[in-house]
């Protein structure tokens, strides 16, 4: 295998630069759109879903569909990185592209059930009412990985010499996803405590995302530097 690879050099510089662009492509919408469908969130409460159910599932799609575009990044990243880093360091991705996986079936359920819930009884959405077994496996997974994912993310941009890039994702992870779960059920779906801190989360995760996928031709080098950081 290490003798065909070899033998093509100029092949694997081709694959590497595709890989690197789809980094950079996918960084470029995946965080922007992301940032653009939090802020167009509609109000949380049941009566106000039930009135305006297309408008909720259509935002949720553009949000889930934006974190999927997201966790294609990170694969890309990740597969740049993957010969110069150790396992703290494959660690992390791994745990931001699960975390990032799960919050997508989260903003999916979210989408597809509250709309249905404020239908029949508005009083019960966004409230641990609502959360059966199924729904509350999803809700605590994603909360548990997601935030935990990208704080470890943001360590290892740290050691890679991507500081900002990984305070960005991580800050910005963390504040969203308190703001998307803690917030909501703390304060209720009617306070706007939620909509203030998901929108001051997800503004620094998604320049995180712009920056990273600048930042995308030099992942594979960066990680090998921290790698023999590392060794050292």
């Known amino acids: 295998m290490s003798a065909d690879r070899s033998a093509h050099p100029a092949a694997d510089a081709i694959d590497t630069r595709l890989v690197r662009a789809i980094v950079r492509l996918t960084a470029t919408i995946g965080g922007p759109l992301f940032l653009v469908t939090v802020i167009l969130h509609p109000a949380r409460d049941g009566h106000d879903i039930a009135a305006h159910a297309g408008w909720y599932a259509f935002t949720h ?19 740049l990185g993957m010969g110069g880093l150790r396992a703290r ?15 997508f079936g989260l903003i999916v359920y979210d989408g597809g059930h509250n709309p249905v819930t404020a ?5 019960l959405v966004h409230t641990s009412g609502d959360l059966d077994v199924e729904g509350g496996i999803i809700v605590l997974a994603a909360n548990v990985l997601f935030p935990l994912g990208y704080v470890l993310l943001a360590m290892q941009l740290n050691r890679s010499g991507q500081r900002w890039t990984g305070l960005l994702l991580g800050f910005g992870g963390v504040l969203y996803a308190i703001g998307g779960t803690v917030a ?3 304060f209720g ?5 939620t909509s203030v801190l998901e929108i001051a989360g997800a503004a620094p995760y998604a320049f995180g ?7 995308g031709g030099q992942i594979h080098r960066a990680t090998a530097a921290a790698a023999r950081t590392e060794l050292a």
Request: net charge neutral; glycine share 10%; charged share 5%.
């Open 61 to 79: 799609s553009m949000e889930a569909i934006s974190l999927l575009i997201q966790a294609i990044c990170l694969a890309g990243a990740l597969a």
């Open 89 to 103: 360091g494959l660690a992390a991705w791994f745990t931001a592209l699960a975390g990032t996986v799960l919050w």
């Open 119 to 123: 239908r029949y009884a508005p009083d």
């Open 184 to 186: 909501l059920f703390g």
């Open 189 to 193: 779906p009617h306070s706007m405590v």
């Open 209 to 215: 995302y712009l920056m990273l996928g600048r930042s």
